[in-house]
């Protein structure tokens, strides 16, 4: 059974921290980059950023540079993402998803989580 | 950064007929735009890959064509577990971009 399970999220006042964290089990983990995606309530799909298999690449969308950072352990098959700086604009549905091919940075996102719900409010 | 423009925003048709959703680039991806499909309350799912490739387990009524800047996704004989909101992405250049979807409604 292959499982991303997104954990972290919560109700906090603007300008605030939070850190998310996204565990698999069930497939494969080192081998593969993994995304963050945010989807603000009742709007799209906001790409967020990514780190590459081995953790030495890292890219960002615009709204969030800066401001956030992804990082992971691969021995507890665990990714994080630590949000700092945080404004209404931020509330969404925070997905991690791992791509379809090994050690390919933009591949498709193949294995999704079921999200974690940040609100930023105060 | 690259636009991805979807269309129609809804379109509303009945089981059994064809879904045509287009999505517009606003430069050349080439043929680096896949498909998601997202029902209600739950998160995205792989549909089509490279611009015509099927994703693991997605059936064959799904299909998609196009390259460069324009992509078709259609859905042969719709099926009621089909209707859904459908988003493109690009991963041709970064950052990568979703469009803003297309939402599949039952007429």
């Known amino acids: 059974q292959v499982h991303l399970v997104e954990s972290g999220g919560g109700v906090v006042q603007p300008g605030q921290s939070l850190n998310l964290s996204c565990v698999a089990s069930g497939l494969s983990f080192s081998s593969y980059a993994v995304h963050w995606i945010r989807q603000a309530p009742g709007k799209g799909l906001e790409w967020v950023g990514v780190i590459s298999y081995d953790g030495y690449k890292e890219f960002y969308s615009d709204s969030v540079k800066g401001r956030f950072t992804v990082s992971r352990d691969n021995s507890k098959n665990t990714l994080f993402l630590h949000l700092s700086r945080l404004t209404t604009d931020d509330t969404a549905v925070y997905y991690c998803a791992r791509v379809r091919e090994a050690y390919y940075d933009s591949s498709p996102f193949e294995h999704w989580g079921q999200g974690t719900l940040v609100i930023v409010s105060s | 950064e690259v636009v991805l423009t979807q269309s129609p925003a809804t379109l509303s048709l009945s089981p059994g007929e064809t879904a045509t959703l287009s999505c517009r680039a606003s430069?050349?991806?080439?043929?680096?735009l896949a498909w998601y499909q997202q029902k209600v309350g739950q998160a995205p799912s792989l549909l089509i890959y490279?611009?015509?490739n099927r994703a693991t387990d997605v059936p064959v009524r799904f299909s998609g064509s196009g390259s460069g800047t324009d992509f078709t996704l259609t859905v042969s004989s719709l099926e009621p577990e089909d209707f859904a909101v459908y988003y493109c992405?690009?991963?041709?250049?970064?950052?990568?971009?979703f469009g803003g979807g297309t939402k599949l409604e039952i007429k």
């Open positions: 490279d611009a015509s």
């Open positions: 430069q050349d991806v080439k043929d680096n």
């Open positions: 992405q690009q991963r041709s250049n970064w950052p990568l971009t």
